[in-house]
Structure formats: structure tokens, C-alpha cells
T-cell receptor, first 109, second 112 residues
Framework: EDQVTQSPEALRLQEGESSSLNCSYT??????LFWYRQDPGKGPEFLFTLYSAGEEKEKERLKATLTKKESFLHITAPKPEDSATYLC??????????FGTGTKLQVIP | KAGVTQTPRYLIKTRGQQVTLSCSPISGHRSVSWYQQTPGQGLQFLFEYFSETQRNKGNFPGRFSGRQFSNSRSEMNVSTLELGDSALYLC???????????FGEGSWLTVV
């Protein structure tokens, strides 16, 4: 059975304090690894898709990387508006997507 | 380009009733998938439709069903509602070829 595990469950950072979120996956026939940001009461907002080990993508203060077993979301010098829950998901065959339970990030001014 | 649209956004139902939720995918997307999100369980996969055919199904009871129309719009139905069905129901659309899926804002269902 496909599994995606995210850690930590919650993370509290001071504004400007860089850190990384971890996503470990066991997804049969992985076709892609997604990162989403979700604000309370809203649908997940797409951030990145990574397709192969070694791939990296960046967007503003966020950088996502992928290995054969894990993905990391690095947050550089975060701001309070980066506070959200970050979800990781792996897609196997035929669009079946398995989500992790997310990391709730709080950035304190 | 319009995003994924879900209706209704909020609804309250009584135990034993049934509910139908609707999802309009991004134009050109042929795959629609549905998820249930609760605080304790995170995002749980319900089912996925591609060109009117169900390709994948999660581990939910038969009370949860869905369908997809020829224009790719999709509906999901929950019959004989239980209190535990209270959740945010999310729809996502994609090309169906293993690429990125995009979510709507969800439908909040409260069962009383």
C-alpha cells in the first residue's frame, strides 16, 4: 500500500528562521511528487511537482527537492504570511494520489 | 482560465438524509478526483473519474458514490448520512496523465 509520511507535524519558526519540511514516501511506480499549501477553510493550493530524483524547483522563499525516498521543502527566511499547512502527495499509476497528513507551519513575527 | 468550481460551498444535513455535491473541472481536464478531509484523518481519497469511467476507488463504504458526465463535470453522492460524514469534501481536476492536480475550494458538509 502506498504511504506518504510528513514530519514534523507542526513547526513554529521565528520570522527569518530558515528550516525544512520532510516528506518520506513509498509509492508504487511514482510518477510525480506534489507539494501544496493549504490555508484554513480553503482548498490546497498547488506549489510544485517533482518528477525525478535530483530535481529541484523554487518559488519565492520555497525550494522543493526530491530523492528516491524523500522530498524536502526548504523555507528560507520565512515571513508570517508563509504560515499554513503544507501537504505532500505522491502520484502512482492512473492518477491515484496519496497524501501525507501535512506539516502545520507557524511563522511568528 | 477558470479554476475548479465546487458547489455548494456550505451545507447542513440531518442524519439519514442524502447529499449531492458538484464539481466543474478546469477546462480541458478529463480527470476528476474526490477527497474527504477531516482534522483527524487528513485528506482521504474517495474516487477518481476519467472520461466518465471510475478508474480508482478509495476505502469508503458504498454510501459514497460518484459519476462523471460527458462534459467532465462530476458529482458525488452520500446516502444515509452519518455524523462522521461531516467534513470538507474536495474535488481536484487534472489531465489524467499523471500530471499535477488542482483543487477547488471544497464543500463543507455538516451532518447534525
Amino acid at each position: 500500500e502506498d504511504q506518504v509520511t510528513q514530519s514534523p507535524e507542526a513547526l513554529r519558526l521565528q520570522e527569518g528562521e530558515s528550516s525544512s519540511l520532510n516528506c518520506s514516501y513509498t509509492v508504487s511506480g511514482l510518477r510525480g511528487l506534489f507539494w501544496y499549501r493549504q490555508d484554513p477553510g480553503k482548498g490546497p493550493e498547488f506549489l510544485f511537482t517533482l518528477y525525478s530524483a535530483g530535481e529541484e524547483k523554487e518559488k519565492e522563499r520555497l525550494k522543493a527537492t526530491l530523492t528516491k525516498k524523500e522530498s524536502f521543502l526548504h523555507i528560507t527566511a520565512p515571513k508570517p504570511e508563509d504560515s499554513a499547512t503544507y501537504l505532500c502527495a505522491g502520484i502512482g499509476g492512473y492518477q491515484k494520489v496519496t497524501f501525507g497528513t501535512g506539516t502545520k507551519l507557524q511563522v511568528i513575527p | 482560465k477558470a479554476g475548479v468550481t465546487q458547489t455548494p460551498r456550505y451545507l447542513i444535513k440531518t442524519r439519514g438524509q442524502q447529499v449531492t455535491l458538484s464539481c466543474s473541472p478546469i477546462s480541458g481536464h478529463r480527470s476528476v478526483s474526490w477527497y474527504q478531509q477531516t482534522p483527524g484523518q487528513g485528506l482521504q481519497f474517495l474516487f477518481e473519474y476519467f472520461s466518465e469511467t471510475q478508474r480508482n476507488k478509495g476505502n469508503f463504504p458504498g454510501r459514497f458514490s460518484g459519476r462523471q458526465f460527458s462534459n467532465s463535470r462530476s458529482e458525488m453522492n452520500v446516502s444515509t448520512l452519518e455524523l462522521g460524514d461531516s467534513a470538507l469534501y474536495l474535488c481536484a481536476s487534472g489531465t489524467g496523465m499523471g500530471n499535477t492536480i488542482y483543487f477547488g475550494e471544497g464543500s463543507w458538509l455538516t451532518v447534525v
